[in-house]
Structure formats: C-alpha cells, structure tokens
Nanobody, 115 residues
Framework: QVQLVESGGGLVQAGGSLRLSCAASKRATTMYSMGWYRQAPGKQRELVAV???????NYADSVKDRFTISRDNAKNTVFLQMNGLKPEDAAIYYC?????????WGQGTQVTVSS
C-alpha cells in the first residue's frame, strides 16, 4: 500500500504561480506513472498532467505551456509547477500513482484562483 500526501495548494491571484508537491510513503518499485488530477465543483475529475516511469510526460490541452510536472525519484516525490493560473484552474488537485498492484490517490489540495 502506498500513501500519497499533497501540499502546496492555496489562494493565488490570476496570473500567479503555485507549486504542488506529492510525496509517496515508499518507493513504488513497479510504478507505471504518477500524476495530477483535478476536480472543480460540479465537474468530473480530470487529468491535468502525468509522468510515466520512463520520464515521458503528458498534459491536458488546457494546461500545456503553463504547467510542468516533474519528479524527484530519490524522494519519491512528484511536483506540479503551475504558472499563469486562471480562475478556471481552481479545483481540488489530487495526486495519483499507478503501479503493478493498484491505483492510489492523495487526499487532495485546494487551489483557489481569484480574478
């Protein structure tokens, strides 16, 4: 069982930046991917960005060129650098890890963007 703990959410003005972090409780030796999803009120949870075990990353079209996903393998941590935030980016952001044994979610961190 892997536990994920997110941090870094908060309130920011439109155009500002935030950096989210997600620390895994242990190294997933058979990890497939780590990523970030978000869910706004009344909407379905959606993929924001994912980084595969080989290092390839993918992004939702709505965040390309503004968000960057990265990881620190030594610390079992994945990051999401969010620049140029827009009001429509406001949501609860969830960390996600997929490995050979299952799919794991963090508890979520709130991102609020004021216009």
């Amino acid at each position: 069982q892997v536990q994920l703990v997110e941090s870094g959410g908060g309130l920011v003005q439109a155009g500002g930046s935030l950096r989210l972090s997600c620390a895994a409780s242990k190294r997933a030796t058979t990890m497939y991917s780590m990523g970030w999803y978000r869910q706004a009120p009344g909407k379905q949870r959606e993929l924001v960005a994912v980084i595969m075990s080989g290092g390839v990353s993918n992004y939702a079209d709505s965040v390309k060129d503004r968000f960057t996903i990265s990881r620190d393998n030594a610390k079992n941590t994945v990051f999401l650098q969010m620049n140029g935030l827009k009001p429509e980016d406001a949501a609860i952001y969830y960390c996600n890890l997929r490995d050979l044994f299952g799919v794991y979610w963090g508890q979520g961190t709130q991102v609020t963007v004021s216009s």
